[in-house]
């Protein structure tokens, strides 16, 4: 119905999900962990986080869904609202920005059959509180949405 970075978007969530099953069974996982992955990858593009207008425009700058805090982000991955899949893949962006050695270390161990959600925030933001990533992402929220420009425009 959205015409093709509808189905770009879901191709390269199929695509996340197969590759994570060659590793680790999704279903012994988090599965919002493995959606809010899927996120993060379907909005890259030549080795940047810029998504294309359309999901940018559709879940990440849009007014009747806004981006949660940080702390509640992952949480709240309802399989059924692809805005907050696609929030949650933006909050991965985040937490990559902020520590990309931890992030990266993660991934690996997560295919290995370790790690949550907790456990990824703890490793990329292990001095951060709730409330002191909180203001931390809506800040890095707010110049991300300064400095956006979409790769098919």
Same mark, same amino acid.
């Given at each position: 119905g959205d015409g093709p970075d509808? %189905?770009?978007m879901w191709v390269g969530h199929a695509t996340t999900h197969a $590759?994570?099953? #060659? =590793? #680790? @069974? +999704?279903? +012994? /996982?988090n599965v919002k962990l493995i959606y809010a992955l899927a996120a993060y990858i379907c909005a890259?593009?030549? !080795?940047?986080?810029a998504p294309t207008w359309w999901y940018y425009s559709r879940y990440l700058n849009n007014g009747s869904r806004p981006i949660s805090v940080g702390s509640?982000?992952?949480? #709240?991955? *309802?399989?059924?609202?692809? /805005? &907050?899949?696609?929030? /949650? !893949?933006?909050?991965?962006?985040?937490?990559?920005?902020?520590?990309?050695?931890? =992030? &990266?270390? $993660?991934?690996? &161990?997560f295919l /290995? !059959? +370790?790690? *949550?959600? =907790? &456990?990824? #925030?703890?490793?990329?933001?292990?001095?951060?509180?709730?409330?002191? %990533? @909180?203001s931390d992402f809506k800040s890095f929220t707010e110049d991300y949405k300064k400095s956006f420009r979409p790769w098919d425009k």
């Open positions: 509808f %189905m770009r $590759f994570v099953n #060659r =590793f #680790r @069974d +999704e279903n +012994e /996982a890259w593009h030549n !080795g940047k986080y509640a982000i992952l949480n #709240r991955i *309802d399989l059924a609202n692809e /805005a &907050s899949v696609a929030q /949650a !893949g933006f909050f991965l962006h985040y937490l990559q920005q902020r520590n990309p050695e931890a =992030f &990266s270390s $993660f991934w690996s &161990s /290995a !059959g +370790e790690g *949550d959600t =907790f &456990s990824l #925030r703890k490793a990329c933001l292990p001095d951060k509180d709730d409330a002191a %990533m @909180d």
